[in-house]
C-alpha cells in the first residue's frame, strides 16, 4: 500500500525537498563589492517614493558602439517596458569620436553664487584628497543645471577622450531608477544598481555612453560630452552624476563627500 | 538550540557598526533562502539573484533601523520579498519558468527525502501544477509556510500584515489550490 500523506498541508510539506530551484548563486562577493564603501547609516527612500516625486526624467540614451543594435520597433518596445514614456534609447551607426576633450558643450562659465542661484539649491561640492575646488563652473542657460569641471590630476587621472579628471553635474530634477539598464548594454558596458550614501542609485562602467536629460519644456542634449564610468544617484530633488576614469570605490568616496 | 540566535545577535550588531565581514556571513547564511524566495514569486533565476542582491544591499545600508536584539530572518526576508514583487510588478523580462520537480535529486544534490519518496509522481505533478496557476502572493505564502517552513509569527513580519490575515491568505490560496487540483 502506498503511504500517503493525507492532507494537501502533508503534501506540500512532503514537496518541500524536491523543488527543483534553480542553483542560488553566491551572492557574497558582489554584496560586499557594493558595501564596502564608506557606510552612511540613514534611512533608504524607495524606488517608488523617487518616482513617485519624479518631475523630470533622466532619460539615459546608453549608445555604445558595436553595443546596442535596437531597431525603432523594438526601441519603443524597450521604452514602453521600462514603463518610461518617452524614452529614447538611442544608437549610432558610427564610432562615437573621441578628441572631444576640450568642447564639452557646457554652458556658461559662472560664479558658484550664479550657480546656486541657477540650480535653485545650493550646489553641493565634493572634498578629499585630490578634489579641491572646482576649476570651471558651467551652468546651463536654460535648464537647472550646475557643472563642476576638474582638471585631471594624479587622484583624478583624465576621463578617455576628455582632458577633465572629474565632471560632476547637479541637475534640479529626480532621476527614474529602473534595474533593467544593465540588460541593454551587451557585452562592452556593464551597469549595476548601488547605493550612494543609503540612496538607490547605478553604475555605469565601460563602454561611452551619450546621455540625454528630459525636462518638462524639452531635452536637453549632451551633444558634446561622451562619458566613461558614471556614477548616478538622486537626493533632495537634486540628480547627481559623477563621471571619472576611476573606478567605483573612488566614486562612492567622492559622493559621500559632498557637502 | 539557543546558541544561533545569540550569535546571529551578535553578527548583526557587528554589521551595524560597520564589519562587513559579519554582514558577509549574514549574507552565506541568509541567500539560499533570499534567492529562493525570489525565486518563487519571480520564477526567473536571473530576476531573482537582482532581487536577492538588491534586498542585501538595502539591507546593509537599512541596519539602524533593525531593531537590536529582534530575529534578523525575517526582517531581510520582507526587503527580498518587497525586492522580488516590485521586479514582478515593473514587468518581467521574460516569462517566468514554472516550478517543477527535481527530475532524480533534489537541488542541492542529494537523495531525494522519504517525504518526497512516498508521493507519487503524479501527486507531485499535480500538485506543482496547481502551484503554477497561483498568483505570485498566493505562491509566495505557500512557499512560505511549507516548503521554507516559517511560522505564522515569522510570515506576518515577512508580508507586513497581521498573524491573522496570514492565515486567512494562506487558507485562500490552499483553497485554490485545492480548484486547481483534478478531482479524485
Not at chain 1, 500500500?1 to 548563486?25: H, K, Q, V, Y
Not at chain 1, 518610461?84 to 564610432?95: A, L, M, Q, W, Y
Not at chain 1, 549632451?222 to 533632495?236: H, T, Y
Request: overall charge positive.
Amino acid at each position: 500500500m502506498n503511504d500517503r500523506p493525507r492532507s494537501l498541508e502533508d503534501t506540500l510539506t512532503a514537496l518541500a525537498g524536491g523543488i527543483a530551484f534553480p542553483p542560488e548563486p553566491d551572492l557574497a562577493p558582489q554584496v560586499r563589492a557594493r558595501i564596502r564603501g564608506p557606510v552612511v547609516l540613514h534611512a533608504t527612500p524607495r524606488h517608488r517614493t523617487l518616482l513617485r516625486f519624479a518631475v523630470a526624467a533622466l532619460v539615459l540614451s546608453l549608445v555604445a558602439t558595436g553595443v546596442l543594435f535596437f531597431s525603432p520597433t523594438s526601441r519603443r518596445a524597450v521604452a514602453d517596458w521600462l514603463g518610461v514614456s518617452g524614452i529614447h534609447i538611442s544608437t549610432t551607426p558610427k564610432r562615437l569620436p573621441s578628441n572631444l576633450g576640450r568642447r564639452l558643450n557646457l554652458g556658461p562659465q559662472v560664479t558658484l553664487a550664479q550657480a546656486n542661484t541657477r540650480l535653485g539649491a545650493r550646489v553641493r561640492l565634493p572634498s578629499g584628497p585630490g578634489v579641491g575646488a572646482p576649476d570651471e563652473i558651467h551652468t546651463d542657460p536654460a535648464n537647472p543645471i550646475v557643472w563642476l569641471v576638474y582638471r585631471p590630476s594624479s587622484a583624478l587621472p583624465a576621463a578617455a577622450g576628455h582632458d577633465v579628471g572629474l565632471l560632476v553635474t547637479e541637475i534640479r530634477s529626480n532621476a527614474i531608477y529602473r534595474s533593467f539598464y544593465k540588460k541593454l548594454l551587451g557585452t562592452g558596458a556593464t551597469i549595476r544598481n548601488v547605493a550612494v550614501n543609503g540612496v538607490p542609485g547605478f553604475w555605469i562602467q565601460g563602454q561611452p555612453h551619450l546621455i540625454e536629460y528630459r525636462f518638462p519644456l524639452g531635452i536637453r542634449q549632451e551633444k558634446g560630452r561622451i562619458s566613461g564610468n558614471s556614477l548616478i544617484w538622486s537626493s533632495g530633488g537634486i540628480t547627481y552624476r559623477l563621471e571619472l576614469a576611476r573606478g567605483i570605490r573612488d566614486a562612492e568616496t567622492i559622493a559621500t563627500s559632498l557637502r | 538550540m539557543g546558541g544561533r540566535p545569540l550569535d546571529e545577535t551578535r553578527l548583526c550588531e557587528q554589521a551595524r557598526s560597520g564589519d562587513v565581514d559579519a554582514y558577509e556571513e549574514l549574507v552565506k547564511r541568509y541567500q539560499q533562502l533570499a534567492f529562493r524566495t525570489a525565486y518563487v514569486v519571480t520564477r526567473s533565476a536571473a530576476d531573482a539573484e537582482d532581487a536577492a542582491q538588491e534586498a542585501f544591499v538595502k539591507a546593509y545600508y537599512a541596519l539602524d533601523r533593525f531593531r537590536p536584539g529582534a530575529p534578523f530572518k525575517p526582517w531581510l526576508m520582507r526587503i527580498v520579498v518587497n525586492e522580488a514583487l516590485n521586479r514582478r510588478r515593473a514587468g518581467s523580462r521574460q516569462e517566468g519558468l514554472a516550478l517543477r520537480m527535481s527530475q532524480s535529486r533534489p537541488s542541492g544534490g542529494v537523495a531525494p527525502s522519504p517525504e518526497v519518496a512516498i508521493l507519487d509522481a503524479e501527486t507531485q505533478r499535480q500538485v506543482v501544477a496547481a502551484l503554477n496557476v497561483l498568483s505570485e502572493r498566493d505562491r509566495l505564502v505557500v512557499a512560505l509556510r511549507y516548503f521554507f517552513d516559517m511560522s505564522e509569527g515569522e510570515m506576518a513580519q515577512v508580508l507586513e500584515c497581521p498573524v491573522g490575515t496570514v492565515k486567512s491568505r494562506l487558507s485562500r490560496a490552499l483553497a485554490r489550490v485545492k480548484e486547481a487540483l483534478p478531482d479524485e
